[in-house]
């Protein structure tokens, strides 16, 4: 990650972006990998979520020149061609919002309450953006593979089926961790589980969770 140019030849405004990216860089100690799956997504549609994995930890307030619970991202990378009609759709500003309950996609219903010691939380619903759009500002973009879509774990998204019998939509979804990220008890079984002997209060730093770079200069 520290050597772009030698890689690439980017334009002026890609190179502003990859200065911001180092910018960024520079504020944490370190990028650990959470998850990774490779969906084949050409015929089903998601409900309106956020990644569950925001669900299973928080960050500490040390985070640096972050606020708690900021630094962690999701990429949602297609390998194929993605048109604006199938993209997924992301609730901008929803990451700033309360906390909601997951869904369980084979079900589209709540995860089912296991621990009622919700830290003081209060879990609301998802709302119905897909009844509700012209409240909200949805973004979406048209995609082609070497794009990705980078967005916080927190941010409500969901994507419509895609009907085509001609165009896949196949898309490699990843789930990274900034430096603080440690594991927080929730009130249902989480997904992933828990796994590498990682207890509550832990950052997940195991053979599961590998750290993928490190700052230097920390």
Not at 194 to 216: A, K
């Amino acid at each position: 990650m520290s050597d772009y140019s030698g890689n690439l030849d980017f334009s002026p405004t890609r190179q502003a972006k990859i200065a911001a990216c180092e910018k960024l860089r520079d504020t944490v100690t370190g990028i650990s990998a959470l998850h990774k799956s490779l969906l084949d997504e050409s015929l089903a549609s998601s409900p309106t979520h956020r990644n569950s994995f925001s669900e299973i930890y928080r960050m500490s307030t040390q985070a640096m020149a972050m606020k708690k619970e900021e630094m962690v991202c999701s990429i949602w990378m297609p390998v194929d061609p993605v048109p604006l009609e199938t993209c997924v759709q992301f609730v901008a500003g929803s990451h700033k919002w309360g906390w909601f309950k997951p869904i369980k996609f084979e079900t589209t219903l709540p995860y089912q309450v296991e621990d009622k010691d919700f830290n003081d939380r209060t879990y609301q619903p998802v709302p119905d953006i897909e009844a509700n759009k012209d409240t909200y500002d949805i973004l979406s973009w048209e995609l082609q593979p070497g794009d990705c879509i980078v967005f916080h774990m927190k941010t409500l998204h969901g994507a419509p089926g895609n009907a085509s019998r001609t165009c896949w939509r196949r898309v490699l979804s990843t789930r990274w961790l900034g430096d603080d990220a440690v594991i927080a008890r929730r009130p249902w079984k989480t997904s992933p589980p828990t796994v590498g002997g990682l207890q509550f209060g832990d950052r997940p730093i195991c053979s599961d969770f590998p750290i993928i770079w490190q700052n230097e200069n920390t």
